[in-house]
């Protein structure tokens, strides 16, 4: 019967072919029987369409995922693995066409496969409905996997699963229950969460312990999506943690924290939970080997974990939930074993607990000292937990943690990377006062042997570490040459002004340090930022490397010619950057004032004159300028730097803020030391020349308004050098000129003066020195103001060496001609009187500030004052 019905089929199918014209193909049996399998639609020359009889019975069974995941396996290359990806999602596609139901189950299992693989599976997910839908359990199952694994709330297509998950929540069958549950928990949106919340709920009460665990799980995504349903769920959370259950156990555990979590009135309220969670933690610490639970040697490490987590929430600021965890927290700490990882984890949670709730000094010691314990474990990932959390500790617990300091400080030889890091940055917390000494060795021994890596961050803790602790200053900067001489290309931008201004605030150590940098330039010129500190030292303090100064250790044999030679070979060496041959350049230029082989310097810096950087160029442009025009100002311009602080607490004026700008408040003169003030104050004049003796007053122009934090008035003008009277130039304003040097002799900017009945006033009387100030009137212009002033002495010396300076708000401008004389003779018998000129185009009222610089009886004194406002617009000024 069945041959027969085979060789009716064989006849049929090459009338057909005969029919068509495609006789020859179809001559063997072979390809006759080959057809049977195979679905084929042949085209007529009428242009109908005909299926055959046969080839309308079922497609062929598609092979098993089984097979599919052995035929993937054997793909040698990506590309014949995506070619039989390829044609089997061709094959699935085909049957989902069909409306397969016979298949579907085994196609969509082998598209969950390939969307596991990375392949695309988005045509499957209409599929994984209709197998929701099914009665069938097997099917079902399916179908919730795809749609965990392909469906997600972003997709409209989720929400057509609404009704069948709220359906097999009410199923009979608690594992259709269970599948519904996952499914809900895991993709649920806030819309399917709203509507099937109630079902949850129920679930949640029940008393079967499969379904309960699964339903608390699924109410902490509907928590998580929908927070103000929290509330729905507190009544059937009361009974949760009776339950023997370990498993319902755990999944209470977890909705408690859930809730705690997000509503600090449920924190408050599960606070009286605390004795039960403590005699559960209790019972499993203390229980004896359960087979069912035990993870070696451990009853049940997972809910231990849970609860000390939970436990940690709800004793954080709570003194009474503290001291009710503090006992069992203990024998959870002293009982637990730590040969196996179970143990250690369970350890570690009670260490994050112990250091987050208020607990006794005694717990936390015993807290630091596991952590300890962990450093010395072979396991890189407990060494890493463990200095990680002591880091977070440190600052709370600073002498338990230092107990360990070798431990940790043996950490930076790890060969783990991670470990390395936070070894380094828990070593630099551990720095303090009395260590400081010991830790330096061994970070300094770690930055000359670490990995590029971690050099930037080690230098930049030490030069912190060094500026905060450092028991002297040798020792300081023997630290951080010793870190530019390791680390240097290294360390952070601002290291070497940093380095710079600690040897110049540190007087007595100038000679050492010098000869130090010398010696370290002489070793090695790789370390750029070590060149540039060398070559600044070298040229403000060169004279005391040659003169063999130095008291701290034996002093080196040094020629000018020697220090010339290290100075001009950065110049011209392929390691130095542009910055690097900048500093060489200007410590040649200072060391002209320093040393006697001026001749020699002058030929080296004409040479850079048409150096093809700009920078370099521009730098010995000027300084031929100090050579040849103004060779009798280069001593004071290149004498040495005073002593630079970093916060600004002196001055004549406080800046008070007002309106947004700063209003300088008039305060009493200021006799200063005779010692050289900070350069960078902003309440002091900028003192551009940087000496106490120079008879000549510096004024640039201003470019910008002044800034928030204070108000630096500028000295604007020009400066001449000669006490004659110089040509006038026609008109303001005078744009700024682009070399340092280029306005050092500029005409006067007025003209055409007369007296404007302006009374005078006497600015400054103090000491024996007077400063008089006269007032004329510019014409034609009303907006100029002429002030003379007139220097006269009442004391018994001469005052040698006099320089006046002054500066105005930068909605003035301002021009100081020369002086008459840089000598105030003694007993009034002359006077030295000086012209200024103040451009007031808004018609404000004038506020000045002075700095006068002389030397008396052998003694180089400064002061600042400040005169009153002083009305200029109108017919008369007022104070």
């Known amino acids: 019967m069945l041959l027969s019905q085979t060789q009716a089929g064989h006849r049929e199918k090459q009338q057909c072919a005969q029919s068509t014209g495609l006789i020859s193909a179809l001559q063997r049996p072979a390809l006759l029987y080959n057809l049977c399998s195979v679905s084929v639609t042949f085209r007529l020359r009428d242009d109908s369409w005909y299926y055959p009889a046969s080839f309308r019975r079922r497609m062929p069974a598609p092979i098993r995922l089984r097979e599919l995941i052995r035929t993937i396996r054997t793909a040698r290359t990506q590309a014949e693995e995506r070619e039989m990806i390829q044609k089997e999602c061709a094959a699935i596609r085909s049957s989902f066409r069909e409306e397969d139901n016979t298949y579907r189950c085994r196609n969509v299992a082998k598209l969950l496969y390939m969307h596991m693989l990375g392949y695309p599976a988005h045509f499957g997910q209409l599929e994984c409905l209709k197998l929701i839908a099914s009665q069938k359990f097997t099917d079902k199952r399916i179908g919730y996997l795809g749609a965990m694994l392909l469906l997600d709330e972003r997709q409209d297509v989720h929400l057509l699963m609404t009704n069948c998950i709220k359906n097999d929540l009410n199923h009979s069958t608690q594992y259709v229950q269970g599948l519904a549950l996952c499914t809900l928990g895991c993709m649920g949106s806030s819309e399917m969460c709203r509507d099937l919340a109630g079902e949850v709920e129920k679930l949640l009460k029940t008393s079967n312990s499969y379904l309960r665990k699964k339903a608390a799980l699924c109410a902490v995504h509907v928590i998580r999506k929908v927070p103000e349903l929290m509330e729905m769920f507190l009544p059937a959370t009361k009974n949760l943690l009776s339950e023997k259950n370990h498993g319902v156990l755990h999944t209470s555990v977890v909705l408690l924290t859930e809730m705690c979590e997000r509503s600090p009135d449920m924190l408050a309220h599960f606070r009286k939970l605390v004795p039960q969670l403590v005699r559960i933690l209790k019972n499993l610490i203390m229980s004896g080997y359960s087979p069912e639970h035990d993870v070696s040697g451990i009853s049940d490490p997972f809910l231990q974990v849970r609860i000390l987590r939970l436990l940690r929430i709800l004793g954080k600021s709570d003194d009474d939930s503290s001291e009710a965890m503090n006992d069992i927290l203990a024998q959870v700490a002293t009982n637990t074993e730590t040969s196996k990882n179970v143990g250690n984890a369970i350890l570690y949670e009670t260490v994050l607990t112990i250091m987050d709730i208020k607990s006794e000094s005694g717990l936390r010691v015993l807290a630091i000292n596991i952590l300890g314990r962990f450093l010395l474990n072979n396991d890189k990932n407990i060494r890493y937990v463990a200095l990680t959390s002591l880091l977070k500790t440190v600052q709370t617990d600073h002498n338990a943690v230092q107990r360990h300091r070798s431990t940790i400080v043996d950490c930076l030889k790890d060969l783990d990377v991670s470990i390395k890091r936070r070894a380094m940055e828990l070593s630099f917390a551990l720095v303090n006062g009395n260590n400081i000494r010991g ?120 020629t000018e010619d020697e220090v010339l030679d290290v100075l001009e070979g950065l110049l011209v060496s392929n390691l130095s950057t542009p910055v690097t041959r900048g500093y060489a350049l200007t410590a040649i230029m200072k060391l002209s004032t320093r040393f006697n082989s001026v001749n020699r310097i002058k030929k080296v810096v004409s040479i850079y004159g048409s150096s093809i950087d700009v920078e370099l160029q521009q730098r010995a442009v000027e300084y031929n300028a100090l050579f040849k025009k103004y060779d009798h100002m280069r001593p004071a311009l290149l004498e040495r730097m005073p002593i630079m602080e970093k916060t600004s607490t002196n001055g004549p004026t406080e800046i008070v803020q007002t309106n947004g700008e700063s209003e300088p408040s008039v305060v009493e003169p200021k006799h200063l030391p005779p010692v050289s003030q900070p350069s960078n104050q902003a309440n002091d004049l900028l003192d551009l020349l940087g000496g106490n003796d120079v008879p000549v007053i510096q004024t640039t122009l201003p470019t910008k308004p002044a800034s928030a934090g204070g108000e630096l008035l500028d000295l604007l003008g020009d400066l001449s050098l000669s006490s004659n009277s110089v040509p006038p130039a026609p008109s303001l304003p005078v744009a700024q000129p682009p070399f340092l040097l280029d306005g050092l002799s500029s005409p006067p900017l007025f003209n055409d003066i007369a007296a404007a009945g302006i009374p005078s006033m006497t600015a400054y009387n103090k000491n024996g020195l007077k400063i008089d100030f006269t007032f004329e009137r510019a014409n034609p212009n009303p907006n100029i103001a002429v002030i003379t002033i007139h220097a006269s002495n009442t004391t018994e010396a001469e005052m040698t060496d006099f320089v006046f300076q002054a500066a105005v708000p930068k909605t003035f401008q301002l021009q100081l001609l020369s002086p008459s004389s840089n000598v105030v003779p003694a007993l009034n018998q002359g006077t030295v009187t000086q012209v200024i000129r103040v451009l007031n185009p808004q018609k404000q009222h004038l506020r000045m500030r002075i700095k006068l610089t002389y030397t008396h009886k052998g003694s180089p004194v400064q002061d600042l004052a400040e005169t009153a406002a002083l009305k200029l617009h109108g017919n008369q000024q007022s104070i």
């Open 439 to 558: 830790m330096m060795k061994e970070l300094l021994y770690f930055l000359d042997s670490c990995d590029p890596e971690f050099k930037a961050d080690c230098a930049s803790g030490v030069f912190l570490a060094a500026e905060k602790y450092a028991p002297s200053k040798r020792w300081h900067i023997d630290t951080i040459m010793r870190v530019l001489t390791t680390a240097g290309s290294y360390v952070r931008d601002d290291s070497v002004p940093n380095l710079i201004q600690l040897i110049t605030n540190s007087v007595e150590m100038h000679a050492y340090t010098v000869q130090r940098l010398y010696k370290a330039l002489l070793d090695d010129i790789s370390q750029q930022p070590l060149v540039q500190v060398a070559s600044w030292c070298t040229g403000e303090y060169g004279d005391l490397l040659v003169s063999g100064q130095c008291e701290e250790e034996e002093p080196i044999q040094v």
